[in-house]
């Protein structure tokens, strides 16, 4: 890796945008539109109470203030933020009363990330965000240029990324290509994801509250709901019925907000390109380097539908940045399955099949999942045995549904090591399947419990820089632990294997 | 490979004082956890507890003290190589992690306030991976000191950036 001298800053072969950044310069003027209409929006209860104040007082000249202040403020931060790249920094100054300066050396970005809200759409207009890995999560110190022109925001990434991988094959690598391109069909699977029915959950929620505030709840009562002709045994399983399509059309908005457009493309940079967003459009950056390795997650609904999503591991990106490393939303298997061996580069450890942990490792499943189960379903009998209302049998249903649990996590765990990647597979409310490349793997941790040492298990944990920082391959056989561990770091495993225990 | 040797346990055991260390450390928990049942019975008089679950508290807390500081020394264990840092912690649930030197960004020397009775100090040398950190409790002192200094002499001897 060779440093980029920094005095001789841009480049000869620097492109044109970087030497075109090299002076202190303001933002797109047409930010000038955008940030009072924001300002008006973040001021619009302030607004509502002075024309309130307005009507009742009679001046006119409160009005004036009211919609001045917002322009003003807009006005002002276009004047006071300013941004160059420089002596191999993007420095960015703003702030009126407290001065900041970013600074941040080129070679250190490692994301660029453009997002356009529907206004900066209107005026052709992008932010483009850098992402640096820092551990910083405030929005103080996030290095933002809010208001370039489209074209050449994309022009700057390009050149940044560029900068910033000191490969040279990459300008010559292959042309761009999309991997994966949105299909409307998959919207199909938006109600199915445990974040769907969240958002949708949520939602619901807020309106109920709505209601309660209002006192909708307690006008309603039996009788009024005893509308001729439908008996309440009707009307409940029609309630139900019209709260999952309620929630199921809620969680397909917010797919569709978040997803549609949605694109995968293999730039000629080599680095991983996402596009997506109805109203606000985003555009993410990865870079090939930082990909350690993918995770495929298949929640138990989409599971059922033969569907599956994507992210990927990156390094320097942590969970709390996982937003920009979702790398397919929720689509058919096949399309993850394909877009998941393109970024790997290799098909083998998406389709390789996987190794099972044994019986031992199954008997654990099952403990783990009936024991928890049988305090309720003992209680419930005992309860009913001293004289409790028979219905409470019903809390029997817990044993089915852990034995179905402990079956299927059975059924899901498994690893291998394949073409230079650790594959573990587990879970089944959640299954995933975390593939991740051997040479990001950073070091090997063994954890096991008293129960797993006397059943000869143990947990292989491949640490890591990037995702959760570890892929776990839980309950693995203690020797199969140690050959995995071992054939994919030889030198390190090896002067701790033999002789005694 | 057909059928890989076992992994071998790490060669170096912890400092014996570690022991009275975490003797210590076992009787402050168990104090703590007998004295909010205290409590709750005496000056506060909420809860009643038979006297057999008063034994019953006692014979755990007992046997906590008595055995898990034991199990724990018996458990901790360290080696450094010229290409790896290896350690073995924990007593329910034993932890082995291995390390590359040529990973390894920080390498701390803390000594706490119960740890420093003993002479006693904890090495945690770290990676680029938050769940990669290697803690060696226990240690004695000079013998902390002087491990700092090999795994510093050692890490930047090795090629890498440490990502």
């Known amino acids: 890796m060779t440093q980029p001298d920094l005095s001789a800053y841009p480049p000869p072969e620097a492109g044109p945008e970087l030497r075109r950044e090299a002076e202190w310069q303001r933002l797109d003027p047409r930010m000038l539109l955008v ?5 008006v929006i973040r001021f619009l209860p302030v607004l509502v109470v002075f024309v309130l104040a307005r009507t009742a007082a009679g001046g006119e000249q409160w009005q004036l203030l009211g919609v001045a202040f917002p ?12 941004f160059r790249i420089a002596a191999g920094r993007i420095e960015l100054r703003r702030g009126l009363l407290n001065r900041h300066v970013l600074s941040t050396p080129v070679d250190r970005v490692r994301t660029v990330d453009l997002t356009s809200s529907p206004i900066h759409r209107l005026l052709g207009l992008t932010k483009l965000r850098i992402g640096t890995g820092t551990a910083s999560t405030s929005d103080e110190d996030r290095i933002d240029l809010d208001g370039l022109p489209l074209d050449r925001a994309r022009a700057l990434r390009e050149e940044l990324l560029h900068t910033s991988t000191t490969d040279d094959e990459v300008a010559t690598a292959a042309p761009e290509r999309d991997v994966v391109t949105f299909d409307p069909a998959w919207v199909r699977f938006a109600p199915l994801t445990g974040s769907g029915v969240v958002i949708g959950a949520a939602a619901l929620g807020a309106a109920s509250q709505l209601l309660q505030a209002v006192g909708f709840f307690e006008r309603l009562s039996p009788e009024q709901l005893d509308v001729p002709g439908v008996s309440l045994v009707l009307l409940i399983p029609l309630l139900v019925l019209a709260f999952v399509v309620l929630i199921s059309l809620l969680s397909i908005g917010g797919y569709v907000v978040t997803n549609w ?4 493309t293999r730039t000629r940079s080599a680095t991983w390109h996402l596009t997506r967003g109805l109203f606000t459009t985003r555009e993410t950056t990865l870079d090939d380097d930082r990909v350690a390795g993918v995770t495929l997650s298949e929640p138990l609904g989409l599971r059922l539908a033969r569907g599956a999503r994507l ?3 990156v390094t320097g990106l942590d969970k709390s940045q996982q937003g920009s490393s979702a790398l397919v939303p929720p689509a058919p298997r096949t399309v993850v399955e394909r877009a998941a061996r393109e970024v790997l580069d290799t098909p083998v450890p998406v389709d390789t099949p996987l190794v099972a942990h044994g019986p031992l490792a199954a008997r654990r499943r099952w403990t783990r999942a009936l024991l928890p189960a049988l305090v309720p379903a003992v209680a419930c009998v005992v309860a009913v045995l001293l004289g409790e209302p028979s219905w409470l049998l019903a809390g029997l249903v817990t044993l089915p549904v852990a034995a179905l649990l402990a079956r299927d996590r059975v059924r899901s765990l498994g690893h291998a090591l394949a073409a230079g990647h650790v594959v573990a597979r587990s879970g089944s409310v959640v299954r995933r399947r975390r593939i991740l490349e051997v040479d990001h793997v950073i070091g090997w941790n063994f954890q096991s419990t008293w129960f797993q040492r006397r059943a000869g298990l143990a947990t292989l944990v491949a640490t890591t820089a990037g995702g959760n920082q570890a892929v776990a391959v839980l309950d693995v056989p203690e020797d199969e632990a140690v050959r995995v561990a071992g054939a994919a770091l030889p030198e390190l495993i090896g002067q701790f294997t033999g002789t005694s225990r | 490979m057909d059928s890989p040797p076992a992994l071998r346990e790490p060669s170096q055991r912890v400092s014996p004082r570690a022991r009275l260390m975490w003797t210590v450390e076992a009787l402050a928990q168990a104090v703590v956890l007998a004295i909010v049942p205290v409590v709750l019975v005496g000056p506060v008089d909420v809860l009643d507890i038979p006297w057999w679950a008063w034994v019953l508290l006692g014979l755990v807390l007992a046997a906590y003290v008595a055995v898990v500081p ?17 350690t073995q912690t924990g007593w329910w649930t034993r932890e082995r992690r291995i390390a590359p030197m040529s990973r390894i960004q920080t390498v701390d020397h803390v000594e706490g306030a119960l740890s420093r009775l003993f002479g006693l100090a904890t090495v945690t040398v770290t990676t680029a991976s938050a769940a990669g950190a290697l803690a060696i409790a226990g240690l004695d002192k000079d013998v902390a000191r002087r491990l700092v200094d090999e795994l510093t002499i050692k890490a930047d001897a090795v090629e890498g950036d440490a990502t």
Do not use: K, N
Not at chain 1, 71 to 82: E, H, K, Q
Not at chain 1, 261 to 264: A, D, K, P
Not at chain 2, 70 to 86: F, S
């Open chain 1, 35 to 39: 940030h009072p209409i924001r300002e």
């Open chain 2, 70 to 86: 034991r199990w724990r020394y018996l458990v901790h264990r360290w080696e450094v190589t010229d290409t790896a840092v290896y």
């Open chain 1, 311 to 313: 992210s990927a591991i």
């Open chain 1, 71 to 82: 322009i003003a403020l807009g006005l002002l931060r276009y004047l006071t933020t300013s």
């Open chain 1, 261 to 264: 457009g949605f694109r995968l």
